[in-house]
């Protein structure tokens, strides 16, 4: 695993899995919306727009979780930490020690 893959793996959330997951569900919201305007005078009218208000928040709150607020947010960070450990190591490789009397090697 390396930080341009996760990096990908953001961008694919972010811009791909999460757009799809919104289109899909603005479909299903707008063809159920229609029934709900059709329907007055019946109690269930008034159930069935707050069911669709709640389907739309929910559909926000899911989007963003797997977006740019959520999994995308956290496999950028688990890369840049990826990336923070290889510098590390990296430097520490480079750096000269010198050995004292009772060191163990």
């Given at each position: 695993?390396?930080?341009?893959?996760?990096?990908g793996?953001a961008?694919?959330a972010e811009?791909?899995?999460?757009?799809?997951?919104?289109?899909?569900h603005?479909?299903?919201v707008s063809?159920t919306?229609e029934?709900?305007?059709?329907?007055?005078?019946?109690?269930?009218?008034?159930?069935?727009?707050?069911?669709?208000d709640?389907?739309?928040?929910?559909v926000?709150?899911?989007?963003?979780?797997i977006?740019?607020?959520?999994?995308?947010?956290?496999?950028?960070?688990?890369?840049n930490s990826?990336?923070?450990e290889?510098?590390?190591?990296?430097d520490?490789f480079?750096?000269?020690?010198?050995?004292?009397?009772?060191?163990v090697?």
């Amino acid at each position: 695993m390396t930080p341009s893959i996760l990096r990908g793996r953001a961008e694919k959330a972010e811009h791909k899995a999460a757009k799809e997951f919104r289109e899909a569900h603005a479909t299903a919201v707008s063809q159920t919306s229609e029934v709900s305007g059709s329907m007055k005078g019946f109690s269930c009218d008034e159930a069935l727009t707050d069911f669709i208000d709640s389907w739309k928040k929910g559909v926000k709150y899911v989007s963003g979780r797997i977006g740019d607020e959520g999994l995308a947010k956290t496999l950028r960070s688990a890369a840049n930490s990826f990336e923070n450990e290889d510098i590390e190591r990296r430097d520490s490789f480079r750096s000269t020690y010198t050995y004292k009397p009772g060191d163990v090697i």
